[in-house]
């Protein structure tokens, strides 16, 4: 049973460019979430996808934006990128009628914005 | 109202100790509140899970403790290995959403 998987795993960008992240969620799961990890913090939530519609959104800025497709995957999209935006992207996955409890993280993607 | 404080920040233990990271919050809307382990490079693991209606969770090593009056929570790991050096989050959930603390770096010397 494969868990979370991400891609790429590292990417590195140049300021005002876009980026656009991958994520599987676990067989059987359902809802997607995205959290940013600064060095040395813990995860931020940036927002939750359920039914291809963004259910939740955390303190992030519109340049922040996302996608589910029928098939439970999700895209993370970050346009204008700055220096700031440097960290460990997380998607994690979960079960709606568990309430999404139980959210399995993917490895993550390091993105460096130069 | 949405915060999760955890503390200390960082722990060393020898082997075989009993490590103990606490955390609390502030918001009673929260029904959920998972542990998770993180090694260098790689994304977090949940550990271990506990809800509000229940004082103590056991799996294994790992124990959380529940004081919903005072709203706190806490991690043991019993007989800690060398294994176990590792970076620890709380978190607190509301219908999925997860607030993290700010992480607790374990070491845990032979």
């Known amino acids: 049973d494969a868990g979370v998987t991400q891609s790429p795993t590292h990417l590195i960008k140049t300021r005002g460019q876009q980026v656009t992240l991958r994520c599987s969620p676990k067989?059987?799961?359902?809802?997607v979430s995205w959290y940013q990890q600064a060095l040395g913090q813990g995860p931020q939530f940036i927002f939750q996808?359920?039914?291809?519609?963004?259910?939740q959104r955390g303190n992030f800025p519109d340049r922040f934006s996302g996608h589910q497709f029928p098939n439970y995957s999700s895209e993370l999209n970050v346009n204008a990128l700055l220096l700031g935006d440097s960290a460990l992207y997380l998607c994690?996955?979960?079960?709606?009628?568990?309430?999404?409890?139980?959210?399995?993280f993917g490895q993550g993607t390091r993105l460096t914005v130069v | 109202q949405q915060q999760v404080k955890q503390s200390p920040q960082s722990l060393i233990v020898q082997k075989g100790g009993i490590p103990i990271i606490n955390c609390a919050y502030e918001?009673?809307?929260?029904?959920?509140f998972p542990w998770y382990q993180q090694f260098p490079g790689k994304g977090p693991a949940l550990l271990i899970a506990?809800?509000?209606?229940?004082s103590e969770k056991k799996e294994g090593r790992f124990t959380i403790s529940f004081n919903k009056s005072a709203k706190q929570f806490s991690l043991h790991i019993m007989d800690s290995q060398p294994g176990d050096s590792a970076t620890y989050f709380c978190?607190?959930?509301?219908?999925?959403?997860?607030?993290f603390g700010q992480g607790t770096t374990l070491q845990v010397k032979p």
């Open positions: 994690a996955s979960s079960f709606y009628r568990r309430g999404n409890t139980e959210a399995f």
């Open positions: 067989s059987g799961h359902d809802t």
């Open positions: 996808y359920y039914e291809e519609e963004e259910r």
């Open positions: 918001n009673t809307a929260f029904d959920y």
């Open positions: 506990i809800r509000p209606d229940v």
């Open positions: 978190a607190a959930s509301i219908a999925g959403k997860l607030i």
